[in-house]
């Protein structure tokens, strides 16, 4: 990153984990520490019958993740990231 030094360039992370029915739909979100403002995002899951539904700025420090899965009732965690700026 050539300018991370001075934009304060950080990724944050917040994992969600659900017991879910078939099928489910899976939200978390994730928080910019401080007063840094999100400039972008996305999501990761541990099951691989989950879509990802949803990815977006949910305000200027927050990354919202919805995600559909047919989990069949097992254990599904999402993991939203967000990558982080200083004002």
Avoid at 60 to 79: D, E, L, Y
């Amino acid at each position: 990153c050539t300018n991370c030094a001075t934009n304060g360039r950080e990724i944050a992370y917040s994992t969600g984990v659900f017991d879910g029915g078939t099928p489910a739909l899976y939200q978390t979100t994730v928080t910019c520490p401080g007063s840094k403002i999100v400039m972008s995002g996305g999501a990761t899951t541990t099951v691989n019958t989950a879509f990802l539904y949803q990815s977006f700025p949910s305000s200027a420090s927050v990354w919202t993740v919805k995600m559909n899965a047919s989990s069949n009732g097992n254990t599904t965690a999402v993991q939203a990231f967000a990558i982080c700026v200083n004002p």
